[in-house]
């Protein structure tokens, strides 16, 4: 009975423990940190998500920073040297990803919540956390290029009548356009890729902005733009005159995910945003209010366009695997769209 007695004596006095005593939770961890800085492209969508989550997790500053991925990447890289790191996440293609992870300014974690992601998605190194995917086809101002002209596949983009009209983010890098080439070039061979370099393509170091002058006519197809970009979806959603198209071949299908930063000041914070956006709420936002392609396996897209299941993904390299041929593969699309 004295043994009993004193078990039960414990387990109240363990109850008063102080809270330093005791493990934390991930919230409490977070909450003393206060804030998470995250870099990479988002802009203005990251205000719904940034709102949810302060609902669910109050307490917990989430200071979103909008750049290009090597815009992040040289960032972090510039801190990291310095020995002042600011960044606590970091979101992004393959590319940026694996010069961060082979520069060693990442921080391994596995989200809980991959159980749940597409496998293809997976890193098999564990530094990469897929939350949405971004589907590339090919976007068309309806204004430019009526019905009976619409591009049916990616081949098509090489039809004289194409010529002067077509735009892409410079794939030079990291971006979209970079690995859209690359997904082409397996599938109708290089050659195809220099007759497409005579068509006279406009590009920009922007994709937003490339969007833009699509809907406003001065372009009339585009090759880098996404499904879910923000101008994109803008026009598409007040009736512009833009439209989205799956090429025959099928579609890019590119993991966009979270990465912890190496040293990051606020690293629990981190992770507990990190694993938020993975989970079944945070997917479900990122659907329906952004239209984004959800990683997760059981939260179903919004619309037809974002759906990947029904949809051909063309073949694709995994650049973070091989980082060694992101250099040979931009300094091969510089040699053929810039030296002239």
Known sequence: MKRIVSLASFFVACAFLPAFARAQSPYEAAKKEGKVVIYGQGGDEWAPIIKAFNQRYPGIQ???????????????????????????LVTSGEQTMAELREGGFLLPYKSPELRFIYKEFLDPLGFRNAYRINIYGITINTRLVPPAD??????????PKYRGKI?????????GAFGI????????????????????????????????????????????????????????????????????????????????????????AAKLFLDWNLSEEGQKLLTQELEYTPARKDVAAKSPEADIRATKILPDTDWTMHPELIPVTSKQWEEIFFKK
């Open 181 to 268: 080439l690359a997904c082409l070039s397996k599938i109708h061979g290089m050659e195809f890729i220099r007759q497409l370099a005579k068509q006279n393509i406009f590009f920009g170091s922007n994709n937003s902005q490339l969007v833009v002058g699509l809907v406003r006519g001065e372009h009339g197809l585009m090759i880098s733009s996404n499904w879910t970009d923000t101008a994109f979806q803008k026009a598409f959603k007040r009736g512009g005159p833009v439209k989205f198209i799956k090429p025959e071949e099928g579609i890019r299908a590119v993991q966009i995910s979270f990465s912890v930063v190496k040293n990051a000041p606020h690293a629990n």
């Open 62 to 88: 989430v200071e979103a920073q909008d750049m290009r991925g090597r815009e992040a990447r040289e960032k972090i890289i510039a801190e990291q040297g310095a020995g002042q790191v600011v960044a606590d």
């Open 167 to 175: 735009a892409s983010q410079d794939p030079r890098g990291s971006g």
């Open 150 to 159: 619409e591009p049916k596949s990616w081949k098509d983009l090489v039809n």
